[in-house]
């Protein structure tokens, strides 16, 4: 578990270096997060749809 949080804290540092290296990195690093965030939440609600479907048996 001490190694997960280790590991979170060196890709933070890493992603704040890439985001100060350029004036232009931390606008493609915000809107490459969004993409992700939406993808992510588009695919949990499809996936959350179609569990409670199959339970509901439909």
Known sequence: M???IDNLIEVIALFAQ???N???SPLLLLSA???LVF???TFG???IGGVLSALAGS
Do not use: K, Q
């Open 2 to 4: 001490v190694w997960i």
């Open 22 to 24: 350029d004036p232009a």
């Open 33 to 35: 997060a969004g993409i």
């Open 45 to 47: 609600v499809l996936a």
């Open 39 to 41: 993808a992510l939440g």
């Open 18 to 20: 890439v985001a100060t």
